[in-house]
């Protein structure tokens, strides 16, 4: 029998051991950011100076504090607020239609064997088809508005996302579907007990994809078709050869981007948790 001195002071060394990690896990956190901050400094510092001093072509490349002035400008007056608020929509209801369709469509296939047979050929095909080539199909089909870039951005995140969820699927350990099985349960209880619980990180890990995706099919669609929106802006600024409208349009969906993956990335901390 351990004597309570002998185990008190065993908790208190775990305890240390613990405390110790986690201030390392800390400290290399800060060194990240930091690092981080620090090559974004010296990038737009360069980026400036190079601009000022004419190092670098300012009609094409311009320069940050004249990329900030056109935005500032543009916020006050409230020119740039609308086309924000159109491509933040779009994107959010792209984002969220195509994680929900795709991952319903990759439990379709994972329910019926035989769905995924006759499919699998199909969704292959439409993966490595370019989604751009259909967008004139959307246009005509669906009009050129806001649910023709719908459509595209579906085309692009609807496949990806059943692809990667139904392999999560399949990468399962098949000896806690075999345990189920003999004890009886069906095909629902098998999802339900092991194949959901098993892929959930990795279906959440799958909104970090989509954020980055939804982004790019709600651009390309407003490149095809929209008279408003980010994209538009892009495209507008490049017929009328004004560049800093283009990497200020550029900047404002890395800004709402980011913010998009760090809240998709803060939700799988959460729900992914032990």
Same mark, same amino acid.
């Given at each position: 029998? $351990?004597?309570? *001195?002998?185990?008190?002071?065993?908790?208190?060394?775990?305890?240390?051991?613990?405390?110790?990690?986690?201030?390392?896990?800390?400290?290399?956190?800060?060194?990240?950011?930091?690092?981080?901050?620090?090559?974004? !400094?010296?990038?737009?510092?360069?980026?400036?100076?190079?601009?000022?001093?004419?190092?670098?072509?300012?009609?094409?490349?311009? &320069?940050?504090?004249?990329?900030?002035?056109?935005?500032?400008?543009?916020?006050?007056?409230?020119?740039?607020? @609308?086309?924000?608020?159109?491509? !933040?929509? $779009?994107?959010?209801?792209?984002?969220?239609?195509?994680?929900?369709?795709?991952? *319903?469509?990759?439990?379709?296939?994972?329910?019926? @064997?035989?769905?995924?047979?006759?499919?699998?050929?199909?969704?292959?095909?439409?993966?490595?088809?370019?989604?751009?080539?259909?967008?004139?199909?959307?246009?005509?089909?669906?009009? @050129?508005?806001?649910?023709?870039?719908?459509?595209? #951005?579906?085309?692009? #995140?609807?496949?990806?996302?059943?692809?990667? /969820?139904?392999?999560?699927?399949?990468? !399962?350990?098949?000896?806690?579907?075999? /345990?189920?099985? !003999?004890?009886?349960?069906?095909?629902?209880?098998?999802?339900?007990?092991?194949? &959901?619980?098993?892929?959930?990180?990795?279906?959440?890990? #799958?909104?970090?994809?989509?954020?980055?995706?939804?982004?790019?099919? +709600?651009? /390309?669609?407003? =490149?095809? +078709?929209?008279?408003?929106?980010?994209?538009?802006?892009?495209?507008?600024?490049?017929?009328?050869?004004?560049?800093?409208?283009?990497?200020?349009?550029? =900047?404002?969906?890395?800004?709402?981007?980011?913010?998009?993956?760090?809240? /998709?990335?803060?939700? $799988?901390?959460?729900? #992914?948790?032990?």
């Amino acid at each position: 029998m $351990e004597k309570p *001195g002998r185990i008190h002071s065993f908790n208190g060394l775990t305890e240390r051991i613990y405390r110790d990690y986690l201030m390392k896990g800390a400290r290399t956190r800060r060194l990240v950011l930091t690092a981080q901050l620090a090559i974004l !400094v010296l990038f737009l510092g360069l980026w400036e100076i190079a601009g000022r001093y004419k190092w670098i072509d300012v009609l094409l490349f311009s &320069y940050p504090s004249k990329i900030l002035n056109m935005l500032f400008e543009k916020l006050a007056d409230g020119s740039v607020l @609308p086309h924000i608020g159109v491509t !933040v929509m $779009e994107t959010a209801i792209g984002f969220i239609l195509g994680t929900v369709c795709g991952t *319903g469509l990759a439990v379709l296939i994972w329910w019926s @064997p035989f769905l995924q047979k006759v499919l699998d050929p199909y969704i292959v095909v439409f993966n490595s088809m370019p989604k751009v080539a259909l967008g004139p199909l959307f246009i005509v089909g669906l009009g @050129p508005g806001m649910m023709s870039i719908i459509g595209i #951005t579906l085309a692009i #995140t609807v496949v990806i996302t059943t692809l990667v /969820v139904y392999s999560s699927f399949n990468e !399962v350990d098949a000896n806690y579907v075999k /345990v189920v099985r !003999v004890f009886g349960g069906n095909r629902r209880d098998v999802f339900r007990k092991v194949i &959901y619980p098993a892929s959930f990180p990795a279906i959440i890990s #799958t909104l970090k994809v989509n954020v980055g995706l939804s982004w790019i099919g +709600v651009i /390309v669609g407003e =490149f095809l +078709v929209s008279k408003q929106g980010l994209g538009y802006l892009i495209i507008y600024g490049f017929q009328v050869f004004n560049f800093t409208l283009v990497i200020m349009s550029l =900047f404002i969906i890395a800004i709402f981007a980011t913010a998009m993956y760090q809240a /998709v990335a803060y939700a $799988e901390q959460k729900l #992914t948790r032990k």
